[in-house]
């Protein structure tokens, strides 16, 4: 608890909420946004190599980490902010034998900005052709 002297780390209350639509089929059905910004903090929703509907790069998890991370710039723009305000990735991949092509797209974008990142396998994502998917915070100053 914080002392009378220190105040309390919250968002301000007078913070805009801003939700940022992408094209992914399920955001309405499901309820979400591509992403949220509130106050200096961006949220980015779980992303995939999806594009109006088609999953690009199959078969290929470089190709789709390459794609899902251009899909993440363009929201982390629309909510004002850039890749180099990213501090966080979660990184889901379907093989996780393919780790190193997941992670050099990966490099490729973060590697001088170096958020902290995690990388787990999984079952399955909601498309069987998905073989990563991402998400990502970030903090403008």
Not at 31 to 60: C, I, P, Q, W
Not at 80 to 87: I, K, N, Q, R, S
């Amino acid at each position: 608890m914080p002392s009378e002297s220190e105040p309390e780390k919250a968002v301000h209350p007078e913070a805009v909420r801003q939700n940022i639509r992408g094209t992914s089929p399920w955001e309405a059905t499901v309820g979400y946004s591509r992403a949220v910004r509130l106050g200096n903090v961006v949220h980015v929703a779980g992303t995939t190599a999806t594009v109006n509907g088609e999953v690009v790069g199959v078969g290929d998890a470089y190709e789709q980490t390459r794609v899902v991370l251009g899909i993440i710039a363009g929201a982390l723009s629309e909510a004002g902010a850039t890749l180099e305000d990213v501090v966080r990735t979660r990184i889901f991949v379907t093989d996780i034998s393919r780790w190193a092509e997941v992670g050099r797209a990966h490099g490729e974008v973060f590697g001088t900005i170096r958020p902290a990142a995690t990388m787990v396998g999984v079952a399955a994502l909601i498309d069987p052709q998905h073989l990563v998917e991402i998400e990502a915070e970030a903090i403008l100053p």
